[in-house]
């Protein structure tokens, strides 16, 4: 009789528990990125036409301040849902007197859509540029948007947090991953 279907069984049941019970209790916006503690990549994006804001690029984050990198797209739902909570990140009056900034990146997104999303959601950016393609996206690592980098003002990435940022995920997780940055 051969082992083989009893080792095939062993290395399903270790997948399964692997899949559904050793990862219960760990946070999805918490995906490991390999840009921690680097150097932002590098890339320069062109103003989002219309918006009266700046362009982007490598070098605005390495102007001696924290910056909040927000990948988001006007198509993209929960880019909606997390958008009350970086008006507030935006306003933040502590945060605005530490020279903390937001900036966003439009991708894959048509500039008229993404004129219309900020004109009827807020626009809470410092900058914005277009990455029509999807090349600097893919330079930041983006697995969805949105995401969003704290970025030191050295232009080193120093958190990623995927998916959208909820009230209690700007309170619990990000507002204390800026303040490491601002130390």
């Known amino acids: 009789m051969s082992a083989l279907p009893l080792i095939g069984f ?25 840009l921690i503690g680097r150097a932002a990549p590098t890339f320069v994006l062109e103003a989002l036409p219309g918006s009266g804001k700046p362009g982007l ?15 988001f797209a006007s198509w993209c739902g929960p880019c909606r849902v997390e958008h009350p909570s970086l008006r507030a990140l935006a306003d933040n009056p502590l945060l605005k007197e530490k020279g903390v900034r937001l900036v966003g990146v439009a991708y894959k997104d048509e500039p008229a859509n993404a004129l219309k999303f900020l004109s009827s959601e807020g ?12 090349r600097a ?3 930041w690592g983006l697995t969805g948007v949105p995401e969003t980098f ?29 303040e490491k940055t601002l130390h």
Do not use: C, W
């Not at 062993?10 to 390999?34: C, E, H, I, K, N």
């Not at 690029?57 to 990948?71: E, K, P």
């Open 10 to 34: 062993a290395v399903l049941a270790g997948l399964f528990l692997y899949m559904f019970v050793g990862r219960q209790g760990r946070d999805p916006s918490v995906l490991p990125s390999p």
């Open 57 to 71: 690029s490598d070098a605005d984050l390495r102007q001696g301040h924290t910056t909040i990198v927000n990948l």
């Open 137 to 139: 996206a893919i330079d």
């Open 150 to 178: 704290v970025v030191r003002g050295d232009g080193t990435i120093a958190y990623k947090y995927t998916g959208p940022i909820t009230e209690q995920a700007l309170r619990d997780k990000v507002l204390p991953e800026i």
């Open 123 to 134: 626009d809470p950016y410092a900058a914005i540029g277009m990455d029509l393609k999807g």
